[in-house]
């Protein structure tokens, strides 16, 4: 059975840095995509960025384009998500998911493995 713990989330003022960490058990990281979402009280879960091992392909939402940079460690079956120059509106759980080979269009429902999410305040 697959599983994916997420850390790293915690409070930093705007402007501040965060690594968030996805370590992933019971499947290799070579086969699947490992996508961040965010869901901030009262918004719809958003995809934030995603990474496929599988064709090395990489992605970003918007909202965090030059400012994020998400990286896989294959080895470590772990995926990270720096967290630069971050925002207000940054604030939000994050969770990490796994789909198999492709990041697709970053839809939550095609993502099979999800990690209970931690929380990302960042401060005025």
């Known amino acids: 059975e697959g599983q994916l713990v997420e850390s790293g989330g915690g409070q930093v003022q705007a402007g501040g840095s965060l690594r968030l960490s996805c370590a992933a058990s019971?499947?290799?990281?070579?086969?699947?995509?490992i996508a961040w979402f965010r869901q901030a009280p009262g918004k719809d879960r958003e995809g934030v960025s995603c990474i496929s091992s599988h064709d090395g392909t990489s992605y970003y939402s918007d909202s965090v384009k030059g400012r994020f940079t998400i990286s896989s460690d294959n080895a470590e079956n772990t995926v990270y998500l720096q967290m630069n120059s971050l925002k207000p509106e940054d604030t939000a759980v994050y969770s990490c998911?796994?789909?198999?080979?492709?990041?697709?269009?970053?839809?939550?429902?095609?993502?099979?493995?999800w990690g209970r999410g931690t929380l990302v305040t960042v401060l005025p």
């Open positions: 998911a796994a789909a198999l080979w492709y990041c697709g269009n970053m839809v939550p429902s095609d993502y099979g493995y």
């Open positions: 019971g499947f290799s990281l070579d086969s699947y995509a």
